[in-house]
Protein backbone atom coordinates (compact mmCIF):
# COMPACT_ATOMS: atom_id res chain seq x y z
CA UNK A 1 0.00 0.00 0.00
CA UNK A 2 0.96 3.31 -0.75
CA UNK A 3 -0.73 6.81 0.19
CA UNK A 4 0.31 10.26 -1.33
CA UNK A 5 -0.88 13.34 -0.79
CA UNK A 6 -1.46 15.93 -4.49
CA UNK A 7 -2.20 19.74 -3.51
CA UNK A 8 -4.21 20.20 -6.81
CA UNK A 9 -5.39 18.37 -10.33
CA UNK A 10 -1.51 19.24 -11.77
CA UNK A 11 -0.05 17.10 -8.70
CA UNK A 12 -3.07 14.71 -8.89
CA UNK A 13 -2.40 13.97 -13.07
CA UNK A 14 1.34 14.13 -12.26
CA UNK A 15 1.17 11.42 -9.71
CA UNK A 16 -1.24 9.75 -12.67
CA UNK A 17 1.64 10.06 -15.66
CA UNK A 18 4.39 8.71 -13.04
CA UNK A 19 2.44 5.70 -12.82
CA UNK A 20 1.45 5.49 -16.51
CA UNK A 21 5.39 4.87 -17.30
CA UNK A 22 4.79 1.55 -15.19
CA UNK A 23 1.90 0.64 -17.09
CA UNK A 24 1.97 -2.77 -19.12
CA UNK A 25 -0.31 -4.20 -21.51
CA UNK A 26 -3.57 -6.10 -19.50
CA UNK A 27 -2.94 -3.87 -16.46
CA UNK A 28 -6.22 -3.30 -14.42
CA UNK A 29 -6.74 -0.28 -12.54
CA UNK A 30 -10.03 0.00 -10.30
CA UNK A 31 -10.36 3.88 -9.22
CA UNK A 32 -12.58 4.63 -6.48
CA UNK A 33 -13.93 7.65 -5.22
CA UNK A 34 -17.03 9.96 -4.58
CA UNK A 35 -18.64 12.04 -7.22
CA UNK A 36 -16.07 14.85 -7.48
CA UNK A 37 -12.92 12.87 -6.12
CA UNK A 38 -11.02 13.30 -9.30
CA UNK A 39 -11.24 9.99 -11.18
CA UNK A 40 -11.58 11.22 -14.07
CA UNK A 41 -8.54 13.76 -13.60
CA UNK A 42 -6.22 10.62 -12.46
CA UNK A 43 -7.52 9.10 -15.77
CA UNK A 44 -6.00 12.37 -17.79
CA UNK A 45 -2.89 12.01 -16.28
CA UNK A 46 -2.37 8.17 -17.04
CA UNK A 47 -3.44 9.05 -20.65
CA UNK A 48 -1.15 11.97 -20.79
CA UNK A 49 1.72 9.53 -19.56
CA UNK A 50 1.11 6.82 -21.73
CA UNK A 51 1.22 9.55 -24.56
CA UNK A 52 -2.74 10.13 -25.46
CA UNK A 53 -3.17 13.35 -26.63
CA UNK A 54 -7.05 12.91 -27.11
CA UNK A 55 -9.34 14.88 -24.71
CA UNK A 56 -10.57 12.41 -21.75
CA UNK A 57 -14.09 12.20 -21.00
CA UNK A 58 -15.88 10.73 -18.19
CA UNK A 59 -17.59 7.68 -19.95
CA UNK A 60 -20.57 8.06 -17.25
CA UNK A 61 -23.03 7.85 -20.14
CA UNK A 62 -21.12 5.77 -22.82
CA UNK A 63 -19.57 2.71 -20.53
CA UNK A 64 -16.22 2.39 -22.55
CA UNK A 65 -14.30 5.16 -23.84
CA UNK A 66 -11.45 3.66 -25.74
CA UNK A 67 -8.14 6.15 -26.44
CA UNK A 68 -5.64 4.27 -28.78
CA UNK A 69 -3.39 6.62 -29.87
CA UNK A 70 -0.41 6.39 -27.13
CA UNK A 71 1.90 4.19 -25.81
CA UNK A 72 -0.64 1.04 -24.98
CA UNK A 73 -4.74 1.67 -25.73
CA UNK A 74 -6.31 3.18 -22.52
CA UNK A 75 -9.90 1.53 -22.21
CA UNK A 76 -11.71 3.92 -19.53
CA UNK A 77 -15.14 2.26 -18.20
CA UNK A 78 -17.60 3.77 -15.98
CA UNK A 79 -19.50 0.90 -14.53
CA UNK A 80 -22.09 2.68 -12.43
CA UNK A 81 -24.74 2.35 -14.83
CA UNK A 82 -24.46 -1.52 -14.30
CA UNK A 83 -25.39 -1.56 -11.03
CA UNK A 84 -28.28 -3.22 -11.67
CA UNK A 85 -27.82 -5.90 -14.04
CA UNK A 86 -23.80 -6.45 -13.60
CA UNK A 87 -21.44 -7.15 -16.71
CA UNK A 88 -22.49 -10.25 -17.96
CA UNK A 89 -22.44 -10.54 -21.84
CA UNK A 90 -20.75 -7.48 -22.68
CA UNK A 91 -17.06 -8.32 -23.60
CA UNK A 92 -15.53 -6.82 -20.72
CA UNK A 93 -12.85 -9.66 -21.27
CA UNK A 94 -11.92 -8.32 -24.96
CA UNK A 95 -10.75 -5.23 -22.64
CA UNK A 96 -9.12 -6.66 -19.51
CA UNK A 97 -7.39 -9.67 -21.33
CA UNK A 98 -6.42 -7.11 -24.60
CA UNK A 99 -3.11 -5.21 -25.30
CA UNK A 100 -3.90 -2.26 -23.31
CA UNK A 101 -4.86 -0.60 -20.46
CA UNK A 102 -8.23 -1.03 -18.60
CA UNK A 103 -8.89 1.61 -15.75
CA UNK A 104 -12.85 1.10 -14.30
CA UNK A 105 -15.20 3.27 -12.06
CA UNK A 106 -17.36 1.34 -9.55
CA UNK A 107 -15.89 -1.97 -10.46
CA UNK A 108 -17.89 -3.10 -7.35
CA UNK A 109 -20.98 -3.68 -10.02
CA UNK A 110 -18.86 -5.97 -12.42
CA UNK A 111 -16.64 -7.90 -9.67
CA UNK A 112 -17.14 -11.05 -11.23
CA UNK A 113 -15.73 -10.06 -14.36
CA UNK A 114 -12.49 -8.44 -12.94
CA UNK A 115 -9.39 -10.56 -13.11
CA UNK A 116 -8.20 -12.00 -9.83
CA UNK A 117 -5.20 -9.42 -9.57
CA UNK A 118 -5.79 -5.50 -10.40
CA UNK A 119 -4.24 -1.95 -8.80
CA UNK A 120 -7.04 -0.29 -6.78
CA UNK A 121 -6.56 3.69 -6.63
CA UNK A 122 -8.50 5.28 -3.85
CA UNK A 123 -8.92 8.99 -4.61
CA UNK A 124 -10.39 11.00 -1.15
CA UNK A 125 -10.83 14.98 -1.45
CA UNK A 126 -9.05 16.82 1.20
CA UNK A 127 -8.71 20.72 2.50
CA UNK A 128 -10.62 23.27 3.09
CA UNK A 129 -12.01 23.35 -0.42
CA UNK A 130 -11.29 19.99 -1.20
CA UNK A 131 -8.44 21.03 -3.68
CA UNK A 132 -6.01 18.40 -2.64
CA UNK A 133 -6.35 14.67 -2.83
CA UNK A 134 -5.37 11.78 -0.71
CA UNK A 135 -4.35 8.73 -3.39
CA UNK A 136 -3.94 5.51 -1.79
CA UNK A 137 -3.04 2.51 -4.02
CA UNK A 138 -4.38 -1.09 -2.57
CA UNK A 139 -2.21 -3.12 -4.67
CA UNK A 140 -3.85 -7.18 -5.24
CA UNK A 141 -1.42 -9.13 -7.02
CA UNK A 142 2.05 -9.80 -7.16
CA UNK A 143 2.50 -7.43 -10.95
CA UNK A 144 0.90 -4.90 -8.30
CA UNK A 145 2.32 -4.93 -5.31
CA UNK A 146 5.69 -5.15 -7.89
CA UNK A 147 4.46 -2.07 -9.52
CA UNK A 148 3.77 0.18 -6.08
CA UNK A 149 7.23 -0.60 -5.13
CA UNK A 150 8.36 0.48 -8.61
CA UNK A 151 5.98 4.06 -8.10
CA UNK A 152 7.33 4.63 -4.64
CA UNK A 153 10.73 3.98 -5.98
CA UNK A 154 10.28 6.31 -8.67
CA UNK A 155 8.71 8.72 -6.31
CA UNK A 156 11.39 9.01 -3.53
CA UNK A 157 13.75 9.43 -6.28
CA UNK A 158 11.80 12.72 -8.09
CA UNK A 159 11.21 13.89 -4.10
Excluded at 114 to 134: M, N, Q
Amino acid sequence: MLTLQAKNEDETMWIAGQLAELLEPKDVILLEGNLGAGKTTFTKGLAKGLGIETVIKSPTYTLIREYTKGRLPLYHMDVYRLEDVGGDDLGFEEYLYGQGVSVIEWAEFIEEELPTAYLTIRLVPTGELYESREITFLPTGERYEALVGKLKEMLTKEG
